[in-house]
């Protein structure tokens, strides 16, 4: 019954896998000994380390400043002292500047945290500074800067706040358990979002399958007599992702090339929103996060409160460790996660799952011709022709990709997925968009 | 003569004498003007439209370099030769730049770099750095997926089974684009009369080259002792050394004494020391 509830044109419905975890109350990892905390963990300008080797820090002292406008600051996850600062793996497959510290487990916490009951009185300015001092960054994976997002130029009027729960990647249940468990937190920050950009309105997008978040967020919604609106949404991937959320709640269409809030939208996640809450109102740093450990290579799937900077070895280790068929550890969902090559790579602000495919799961099956199905077209929610992009990059024709809008690619996924040829569209486009964009710096 | 023939041979031969006077005057009368010097030079020139020089292709090179806004030495596929001869079609003197080779500046293929992890998407090396910045667990190793030996016009390259781009040295001509394919900058361009060349561009520290590449540079400085390169020819910038006299036989010496084998020989070494050691060696045994 597509038609009856909200959602966009195109997309996909893969197998949801949301059982594993989807019942699981989040547990707390326990620090490891070392944590191990990059300066870039966000998009934009990397921050600078302003701590040395054998400084002694406490849990929500910053550990780096930021770089630029759009750059987050990073913050020390446990109480101790800083190791070393050096290159160490990170999970896009680098080595990044990090800072390494040593757990003394007193877990103690820097003394200006804590609740402060004028937080209702502070100006716009004061709470964009504490956002981007707690170091957040959009928490659904895409790590941009949130004070950024929050600070459109003053020709952008903003009307409606969207709050993303979309949660749309197959396997990945960290943002439903949050809704289900800090229902209020992520309402209050949503309170203070929509109070900042000034907006008229707000709304909670959640996809049907979790109608429990749903029925959550509507009766917490009532209770603290809020005027914002949860929509129950189609479900559909890439039903989360900004501009698909924008066309399905509030009906608008983000114009080629363009940002949401050229639409008078700012989307942000449920677990942004309750970061921001925690930010503002106890000063709280982002120093943790909820991550879904899941799929069927581990032996105890769950959700987990997890210290930024804790190595996946050691999370796998708090769930039972990998199946002897481990195949493939991807961080993030299986649609637009990161396969790792690492496992000493730390959990960072935007790591929502760490799924583990087995042996079966993890091969790309040999690219075939295409066959001209047009499978790739009817499933592209951006109404792109994957298919004709895809030709045109592999055989160097730039100019005809870029013609063909390459760089409106959200890079979702939903075309390699439903290639019979199993041809790698995403890759392809990825290649092709890097080279459009190489040439048109070339040019300028 | 049957008057069909005389009709037929006289319209057709009229029609052609009518067409042959309308094309030759429309040829007077629309001629453009083109620079002889152009059409010499563009003679002169190899017509392999290359780009090495900077221009889309060698009439645009023969073009500007008429014009006076390139230097009549840039086309590196011709060499001196083709430098000497638009020199003298221009009635100038060209300075004539060293002829340059193609090196690959990484000895890391397959059985001595570390992978971490397998590759199996588009078989290109700037498409699999987008994904975690390419297999090989070296930062600054070559990703061994031949964008260069794709990208070369002179088919002057190929893969060798190790994994590695070979250039073969006389059909090189410097063109310059396999260096600009590199997404890792580890081709690179040197004069022909180099001897030894440094084979990897890591700027890693010892303990992160050791564990990813039995060949990679550790910046260990033996070569720049100055008991093996007592002229100073080769000198350390950060984690790399780098050979500032290109001409000293000591770069052989460097070549003996490095303990990882970083350094590749092109012109073999004029007195065969070791040889003779060998060969007496092998008579007193």
């Keep these: 019954m597509a038609f009856l509830s909200k959602s966009f044109s195109g997309g996909i419905h893969p197998p949801e896998h949301k059982k594993l975890t989807e019942f699981f109350k989040i547990e707390n990892c326990p620090p490891p000994e070392e944590v191990v905390v990059p300066v870039q963990q966000h998009i934009g300008a990397p921050s600078r380390p302003i701590v040395e080797k054998g400084d002694a820090v406490l849990i929500g002292d910053p550990i780096s400043e930021s770089g630029g406008f759009v750059s987050v600051p990073s913050?020390?996850?446990?109480?101790?002292?800083?190791?070393?600062?050096?290159?160490?793996?990170?999970?896009?497959?680098?080595?990044?500047?990090?800072?390494?510290?040593?757990?003394?487990?007193?877990?103690?916490?820097?003394?200006?945290?804590?609740?402060?009951?004028?937080?209702?009185?502070?100006?716009?300015?004061?709470?964009l500074r504490r956002i981007q001092a707690a170091g957040?960054?959009?928490?659904?994976?895409?790590?941009?800067?949130?004070?950024?997002?929050?600070?459109?130029?003053?020709?952008?009027?903003?009307?409606?706040?969207?709050?993303?729960g979309a949660e749309c990647e197959p396997y990945l249940t960290s943002d439903h358990r949050l809704m289900l468990e800090e229902t209020e937190k992520i309402l209050r920050g949503m309170q203070i979002l929509v109070r900042v950009?000034?907006?008229?309105?707000?709304?909670?997008?959640?996809?049907?399958?979790?109608?429990?978040?749903?029925?959550?967020?509507?009766?917490?919604?009532?209770?603290?007599?809020?005027?914002?609106?949860?929509?129950?949404?189609?479900?559909?991937?890439?039903?989360?992702?900004?501009?698909?959320?924008?066309?399905?709640?509030?009906?608008?269409?983000?114009?080629?090339?363009?940002?949401?809030?050229?639409?008078?939208?700012?989307?942000?996640?449920?677990?942004?929103?309750?970061?921001?809450?925690?930010?503002?109102?106890?000063?709280?740093?982002?120093?943790?996060?909820?991550?879904?450990?899941?799929?069927?290579?581990?032996?105890?799937?769950?959700?987990?409160?997890?210290?930024?900077?804790?190595?996946?070895?050691?999370?796998?280790?708090?769930?039972?460790?990998?199946?002897?068929?481990?195949?493939?550890?991807i961080m993030g969902g299986p649609m637009m996660g990161l396969a790792q090559s690492n496992l000493d790579a730390p959990v960072i602000k935007g790591t929502s799952g760490l799924l583990v495919l087995n042996e079966k799961q993890s091969h790309r099956?040999?690219?075939?011709?295409?066959?001209?199905?047009?499978?790739?077209?009817?499933?592209?929610?951006?109404?792109?022709?994957?298919?004709?992009?895809?030709?045109?990059?592999?055989?160097?024709r730039f100019d005809s990709a870029q013609a063909y809008n390459i760089l409106d690619c959200i890079e979702c996924g939903s075309c390699a997925f439903v290639c019979p040829a199993h041809i790698n569209l995403v890759h392809w486009i990825k290649y092709g968009k890097l080279k459009v964009i190489q040439k048109q710096k070339k040019a300028s | 003569m049957d008057p069909v023939f005389l009709s037929s041979?006289?319209?057709?031969?009229?029609?052609?004498?009518?067409?042959?006077?309308?094309?030759?005057?429309?040829?007077?009368?629309?001629?453009?003007?083109?620079?002889?010097?152009?059409?010499?030079?563009?003679?002169?020139?190899?017509?392999?439209?290359?780009?090495?020089?900077?221009?889309?292709?060698?009439?645009?090179?023969?073009?500007?370099?008429?014009?006076?806004?390139?230097?009549?030495?840039?086309?590196?596929p011709g060499g001196a030769d083709v430098t000497e001869k638009i020199a003298r079609i221009l009635g100038v003197k060209a300075e004539a730049t060293e002829p340059k080779v193609a090196v690959v500046q990484c000895q890391g293929g397959r059985a001595e770099a570390v992978?971490?992890?397998?590759?199996?998407?588009?078989?290109?090396?700037?498409?699999?750095?987008?994904?975690?910045?390419?297999?090989?667990?070296?930062?600054?190793?070559?990703?061994?997926?031949?964008?260069?030996?794709?990208?070369?016009?002179?088919?002057?390259?190929?893969?060798?089974?190790?994994?590695?781009?070979?250039?073969?040295?006389?059909?090189?001509t410097a063109c310059n684009i396999c260096v600009t394919t590199c997404p890792r900058g580890i081709m690179a361009l040197i004069p022909r009369s180099q001897k030894v060349y440094l084979a990897c561009v890591s700027q890693d520290k010892a303990k992160a080259v050791k564990s990813v590449c039995t060949v990679g540079c550790f910046a260990c400085k033996i070569c720049v002792m100055p008991k093996v390169t007592p002229d100073g020819s080769i000198e350390m910038n950060e984690n790399l050394p780098?050979?500032?006299?290109?001409?000293?036989?000591?770069?052989?010496?460097?070549?003996?004494?490095?303990?990882?084998?970083?350094?590749?020989?092109?012109?073999?070494?004029?007195?065969?020391?070791?040889?003779?050691?060998?060969?007496?060696?092998?008579?007193?045994?």
């Design chain 1, 136 to 164: 957040i960054a959009g928490m659904g994976g895409a790590t941009f800067p949130t004070h950024v997002k929050l600070s459109p130029p003053p020709d952008k009027k903003i009307d409606t706040l969207i709050v993303n």
């Design chain 1, 197 to 329: 950009l000034g907006a008229k309105t707000g709304a909670i997008g959640v996809e049907k399958n979790k109608m429990d978040a749903v029925k959550a967020l509507r009766q917490k919604i009532a209770e603290l007599n809020l005027p914002y609106k949860v929509y129950a949404l189609h479900v559909k991937y890439p039903q989360g992702a900004e501009k698909q959320l924008i066309n399905a709640i509030v009906n608008r269409r983000v114009p080629a090339g363009g940002l949401p809030m050229d639409v008078g939208c700012v989307v942000q996640n449920v677990g942004t929103a309750a970061a921001v809450y925690d930010a503002v109102v106890y000063n709280r740093p982002l120093i943790d996060r909820v991550v879904t450990i899941t799929g069927n290579g581990i032996n105890k799937p769950q959700n987990m409160l997890i210290r930024i900077g804790t190595p996946f070895s050691h999370v796998f280790e708090q769930c039972g460790g990998l199946k002897e068929n481990a195949g493939k550890v």
């Design chain 2, 9 to 76: 041979i006289l319209t057709l031969g009229g029609l052609g004498l009518l067409f042959g006077a309308g094309l030759a005057y429309a040829a007077k009368k629309f001629a453009v003007y083109v620079d002889p010097k152009v059409e010499q030079i563009i003679e002169a020139l190899p017509g392999a439209n290359c780009g090495a020089c900077g221009k889309p292709g060698c009439s645009a090179y023969a073009e500007a370099v008429v014009k006076g806004e390139t230097p009549p030495n840039m086309c590196s």
């Design chain 1, 365 to 396: 099956q040999e690219e075939q011709p295409c066959i001209s199905c047009a499978h790739c077209v009817d499933a592209c929610p951006m109404g792109l022709m994957p298919k004709m992009l895809g030709q045109f990059v592999k055989y160097e």
């Design chain 2, 242 to 285: 780098v050979i500032k006299n290109i001409h000293s036989d000591n770069l052989y010496t460097a070549y003996d004494k490095c303990p990882s084998k970083s350094y590749v020989i092109r012109i073999p070494r004029p007195e065969p020391e070791i040889v003779e050691d060998t060969v007496s060696a092998e008579s007193q045994s």
């Design chain 2, 115 to 172: 992978e971490k992890y397998a590759y199996e998407g588009v078989q290109d090396c700037s498409a699999a750095e987008l994904i975690g910045g390419g297999s090989k667990a070296c930062s600054y190793g070559c990703l061994g997926l031949g964008s260069c030996v794709k990208a070369c016009p002179f088919d002057a390259m190929y893969m060798s089974d190790n994994g590695l781009p070979v250039v073969f040295e006389e059909k090189c």
């Design chain 1, 75 to 127: 913050h020390a996850t446990v109480s101790g002292t800083v190791k070393t600062v050096e290159p160490r793996p990170h999970p896009l497959g680098t080595k990044v500047l990090s800072v390494v510290i040593e757990n003394d487990s007193e877990n103690k916490w820097r003394q200006d945290v804590g609740f402060d009951s004028s937080y209702q009185e502070l100006d716009k300015k004061e709470i």
